[in-house]
């Protein structure tokens, strides 16, 4: 009998953690201040903040996996050791590049899975990492679905791969443009993407026929496209992959709750023999609602190709959010919510969403709103207006109202 895979859900922040928990995933990756590779992208956790990640986790049957990825220098060995005894017991396992990192793990008897910076694509190298006390490895993205499957079958060793978010276009992220251009290497988490913009070019020799400049087409000439693999899901839990990782610690908390709840449902249905076209193809439409760029196959299928690469500049989810107001405070018995209006006005029948690190997020239909005795058809600007909810929000939460994104444009 097939193994259900593990669902991974990024967690940058609480909201994020509580809506992917809320979204089914099984486990939970998070960094904290220091050695991850998202260091400059998100505001991570702090050693403080993550006891409490951990208590909320595991209150839920959750698993927390810390990423420790990035390179060490020799200066740091000590505050690689501090760290490790203090999160000790509030996680499951820790995610390694280093072998600094791998020796402290395995001085301090803290699991560990080895990190796709690491780029594991082989069989031989996988049985290696296993020898040296690895529980798992995460392989290189460059692996395809052939060679995981082989890679898994030969090792015995517990494989995950991502399946869902933003790809580099080096080697398993192993890149120094960033370094070379800004001085923010992307091996210590400080990436700044130079792969995703634009490029003027210029001919550098001077000739009575030089001087030629363009605008380097399209859009970006390094930008891979983001992997989106739930329409061949079946194919990735036929190949044995043990856990099933969703790439995004630095996108927002929407971003995590509607692709983690989509991989999760796309799971079920899998093992619940619900599992057909219309379905997968309903929830990568339900993917593109949020942040994404054009979605592609990733390596699974293939070497890489200008296929790979995007050449659709930015954003093309299908809604976005607009900043309404805040919540001015949550009345417990009828359950009822009264949100000031700050920016854009809200019309009834609008879909609002209120977003707080201990609410999560919270989605309601404003077809209910009242003002006292009224009933009003919108409400602007410096108004405000109370409707039903069901679940507890706190003062001073985010509200945004979400719209069609080509609605959005036209209006």
């Not at 679905?145 to 991502?162: D, H, M, Y």
């Not at 001077?206 to 930008?223: C, L, M, P, R, Y």
Request: contains cysteine.
């Amino acid at each position: 009998m097939k193994r259900k895979p593990e669902v991974l859900a990024p967690a940058g922040d609480m909201a994020s953690l509580r809506v992917a928990i809320e979204a089914g995933a099984d486990a939970i990756y998070l960094g904290v201040d220091e050695f991850n590779m998202r260091q400059a992208a998100t505001k991570n956790f702090t050693r403080e903040t993550l006891a409490e990640a951990s208590d909320l986790c595991r209150n839920n049957g959750i698993r927390v996996y810390l990423t420790l990825n990035t390179l060490v220098f020799e200066g740091e060995l000590g505050t690689i050791d501090r760290l490790l005894c203090e999160v000790r017991e509030q996680v499951d396992a820790v995610i390694v590049s280093d072998w600094a990192v791998i020796q402290a793990c395995r001085k301090h008897n803290l699991p560990f899975h080895v990190s796709t910076q690491m780029s594991c694509s082989n069989s031989r190298s996988a049985l290696f990492l296993k020898s040296q006390g690895a529980e798992r490895v995460v392989l290189a993205r460059e692996c395809t679905l052939a060679e995981i499957k082989e890679i898994t079958r030969k090792s015995g060793i517990e494989i995950e791969a991502f399946v869902h978010g933003a790809m580099c276009v080096a080697v398993s992220g192993r890149c120094l443009l960033s370094h070379e251009a800004y001085g923010r290497s992307g091996s210590r988490g400080e990436c700044l993407q130079p792969c995703r913009r634009r490029y003027h070019v210029r001919e550098i020799e001077q000739s009575a026929t030089s001087g030629a400049e363009f605008e380097v087409t399209a859009h970006t000439i390094f930008s891979a496209r983001d992997l989106c693999s739930i329409t061949f899901i079946d194919q990735l839990i036929n190949a044995g992959i043990a856990s099933f990782k969703i790439e995004g610690r630095a996108r927002n908390p929407e971003y995590v709750k509607v692709v983690t709840a989509a991989y999760r449902h796309a799971v079920d249905a899998f093992f619940n023999g619900n599992f057909t076209r219309e379905l997968v193809l309903d929830l990568e439409r339900e993917c593109g609602k949020v942040y994404h760029r054009e979605f592609g196959r990733g390596l699974f299928y293939g070497r890489p190709g200008e296929e790979q690469l995007t050449a659709v500049d930015g954003n093309l989810a299908t809604t976005c959010k607009l900043h309404v107001g805040i919540v001015r405070r949550y009345y417990k018995q009828p359950r009822v919510v009264e949100i000031f209006v700050q920016n854009n006005p809200v019309h009834a029948g609008d879909r609002i969403a209120i977003h707080g690190a201990t609410s999560g997020i919270v989605e309601l239909n404003a077809a209910g709103m009242r003002r006292d005795d009224e009933t009003p058809g919108s409400v602007d600007r410096g108004g405000w207006f109370t409707i039903f909810c069901e679940k507890r929000v706190r003062e001073n939460d985010k509200v945004y109202v979400i719209r069609d994104r080509n609605l959005h444009k036209k209006n």
